[in-house]
């Protein structure tokens, strides 16, 4: 599928672009005496004709027929907002200066914030410019802007309160937790960067995602590229406090990132569409993904199918739950006007609208404590293995060609392998736990549940025969176990008498 256009893209929110399904005609005088406030009149109803075309024909939420009673295109997306929050409507002035804010450089105070309660929600700082020389930081509410209080202004109307003249000052009143703080700041130029890294000790590769632009894709790769060269062998993906960004940024990184295809499904009113990938899957690393609450839209959408995928163990909190899209249309006059025409579901089906967000596979409010967790969980799959080599009755195993000793030794019963549950399961990099009898096995992403009494397991509600074998407390499983629930092949050779587990790599 094309790329969309770069133009049409709504700052914290999915845009797509749609081809326009039909053309607009200006309106032509039959005397060229007209006046000029009958073309006046004649633009305005055009847009009006227009939006109300867009609005019923687009829309994802059902309208009822007060929008045909609109008398302009203002009041029809005041209508519109009733049932959809994230309806706007842009005057030819505001759209304009939009449509300049989506690329090249820009004058500002560097902020990325979602808009709500009454106030402007800080989710992070572009480095370097005014907003962060000042001391605003991610988690900060601003409540006034040049005296005027954010309650009363439009989303519109506090876009253009922080952008301005280069020099300009902006007087600021926030909130940080119970404390109030006023600031003076000054407008500069700043250049967006949606892409930050570094390398960490043991070999650790570190990215943030501040936002999704067309660029982001793009910059990852360079990331990865140059923290390969630096000999990362895992690397963390932080998408805390990102608001989202485009589409195309989105389906880009998950393409990088995972196998996953389609990337997106789009669910319209009446039909389904489907994004499919952009890039091929280079990054093949251990990963771990971290989100928080402020983790909305396009990194929810990335994060939820990364977690499909099980090419990543989430970690952090819920996420925001934004999981709708918007597109821009641009009128006859030069105004804009923006509305909710589809939801998007992951690979997996996850409704990130209906079900307010991503659920982490390990929940950890604390933000120190979350990247410490994630280093952990890095540390832990780089030193797992995807190859044991077993020879009967001996506890030595080889582990990726480094030899491990095990407390037990593997055995054959009537044609039967039967491997060490708890150890095996180690090596590769999963946990277990018992609980009234039942064995609970986790790589932090899957769960499998095993009865040994019963001699089954059950894995997404699918249950299955295994071979099970206690002996002196230690428990045993045979090959299908590790054929059907852990995805590996196992190897008899005859000739040394030796049984190869291998696990399926992770993409």
């Avoid at 390969?228 to 998408?239: N, R």
């Avoid at 176990?481 to 008498?497: M, N, P, S, V």
């Amino acid at each position: 599928m094309k790329k969309l256009n770069k133009l049409n893209k709504l700052f914290l929110v999915f845009c797509l672009s749609l081809m326009l399904l039909f053309s607009v005609v200006p309106v032509l005088a039959a005397d060229e005496t007209i006046k000029e406030e009958s073309a006046v009149e004649g633009i305005v109803q055009n847009d009006l004709f227009n939006a109300i075309f867009y609005v019923s024909y687009y829309s994802l939420f059902d309208l009822d027929g007060s929008i045909y009673d609109c008398e302009d295109v203002e009041s029809l997306m005041a209508a519109v907002a009733e049932v959809d929050q994230w309806a706007r409507y842009y005057s030819p002035e505001s759209y304009k200066t939009y449509i300049e804010s989506l690329e090249g450089e820009k004058i500002g105070i560097g902020i990325y914030y979602l808009l709500e309660d009454g106030s402007v929600n800080v989710s992070s700082l572009v480095k370097g410019a005014a907003a962060e020389k000042a001391g605003v930081l991610a988690g900060d509410k601003i409540i006034t802007v040049d005296g005027r209080k954010i309650a009363d202004m439009t989303d519109i109307e506090v876009t253009a309160a922080f952008a301005g003249e280069e020099g300009t000052e902006v007087n600021i009143t926030l909130l940080r937790g119970e404390q109030e703080l006023a600031l003076t700041l000054v407008r500069a130029k700043f250049t967006l960067q949606s892409v930050f890294y570094e390398v960490w000790e043991d070999n650790v590769g570190y990215v943030r995602i501040e936002h999704f632009t067309e660029q982001t894709g793009d910059e990852l790769m360079f990331a990865y590229f140059d923290m390969m060269a630096q000999g990362i062998e895992g690397m963390i993906l932080d998408l805390r406090f990102c608001p989202g960004g485009t589409m195309n940024g989105a389906v880009d990184v998950i393409s990088l990132l995972c196998d996953a295809d389609p990337a997106i499904i789009l669910e319209y009113k009446d039909a389904f569409s489907t994004y499919d990938r952009s890039l091929s899957n280079m990054i093949k690393l251990p990963l771990v993904t971290l989100v928080n609450e402020t983790s909305a839209s396009a990194s929810e959408l990335v994060a939820g199918t990364l977690q499909d995928c099980s090419r990543s163990i989430i970690i952090g909190t819920q996420t925001y739950g934004k999981g709708v899209m918007q597109n821009v249309f641009s009128l006859p006059s030069g105004a804009g006007m923006a509305f909710t025409t589809a939801k998007y579901r992951t690979v997996g089906w996850q409704d990130v609208h209906e079900q307010n967000g991503i659920f982490p596979n390990i929940h950890i409010s604390d933000y120190d404590a979350q990247t410490e967790k994630a280093i952990e969980i890095l540390k832990l799959q780089q030193k797992v293995s995807n190859t044991l080599v077993f020879d009967y009755g001996s506890r030595e195993v080889l582990c990726d060609n480094a030899v491990r000793s095990f407390n037990n030794a593997p055995f054959a019963y009537f044609g039967t392998s039967y491997l060490p549950l708890r150890e095996t399961l180690s090596a590769l990099g999963y946990e277990m736990f018992v609980q009234e009898g039942l064995i609970y096995i986790s790589d932090g992403m899957e769960r499998i549940i095993l009865d040994p009494e019963a001699s089954c397991a059950t894995e997404k509600k699918l249950t299955k025969a295994v071979d099970c074998s206690v002996v002196d407390g230690v428990v045993y499983v045979g090959t299908s176990f590790w054929r059907d629930f852990i995805d590996c092949t196992l190897i008899w050779d005859e000739c040394t008498g030796s049984l190869t587990l291998s696990k399926a790599s992770q993409q």
